[in-house]
């Protein structure tokens, strides 16, 4: 009996201890990770952007980061702010339910522009909607289409026809959304929004398309 009762003992103890070696190695590599991608991330946002000045914060360990870019008067652009969230990859006890939760990392872009757009407008992946994704906060005085942008089905809400135009124009431009989700128009604001869930691809080529049309929203009219 009592060599059974060591065996047993000496079995939980090397569980222990290779479970606690999983959980360290996966807390160094995570960190090491999501440094990577944040540092290859905003080094991809710095050439869309070409902003006069830039600060970078971190908000939240190895899973937070904002940065602030900043323009002198000159252009439509006034200011972005930009939030980098990442996947829990340094907690693999957590990661599972966050992966579940939240898909990919996500990047969040508030374009603050110096004129008002024609109205307000949203484009939002379909399964992007409901807890997952963002509300519309106005969505009851908004128009509704459903419509296919590259493989994915998207929705788009407008308020003016000519917002649905700038729509279909940004569909021609750029045949895949790529990690796009949404985009945003708000006019009160006189922002734009656009949320990307990040995944393998560099995020450079999709936002600089969806930066330049921005624009032309965006442009006295």
């Not at 109205?119 to 409901?130: A, K, L, N, P, V």
Request: overall charge neutral; hydrophobic content about 40%.
């Amino acid at each position: 009996m009592g060599t059974s009762g060591n065996i047993a003992t000496g079995s939980v103890l090397i569980f222990i201890i290779v479970i606690s070696a999983f959980i360290a190695f996966s807390f160094y590599a995570g960190k090491r990770k999501n440094r990577e991608i944040y540092t290859a991330t905003f080094r991809e946002l710095m050439k869309v952007f070409k902003s006069d000045d830039q600060t970078f914060t971190n908000i939240g360990g190895a899973v937070g980061h904002h940065g602030t870019f900043s323009f002198k008067e000159r252009g439509p652009v006034s200011r972005i702010d930009v939030t980098l969230t990442l996947l829990p990859r340094q907690a693999p006890l957590y990661m599972p339910i966050s992966k579940y939760l939240m898909r990919n990392d996500r990047l969040y872009i508030s374009i603050y522009m110096r004129y008002a757009p024609p109205g307000e407008g949203h484009m939002i992946e379909r399964d992007f909607t409901g807890f997952r994704g963002p509300e519309i906060t106005n969505i009851s005085r908004l128009h509704q289409m459903e419509f296919q942008w590259g493989d994915l089905p998207f929705f788009v809400y407008y308020e003016q026809n000519r917002m649905m135009d700038y729509f279909r124009e940004l569909i021609e431009s750029l045949p895949d959304p790529g990690p796009i989700r949404h985009i945003a128009i708000v006019p009160d604001q006189r922002k734009g929004f656009i949320l990307m869930g990040l995944q393998q691809e560099p995020i450079e080529a999709y936002l600089a398309g969806v930066y330049d049309w921005l624009f032309r929203v965006f442009e006295p009219y």
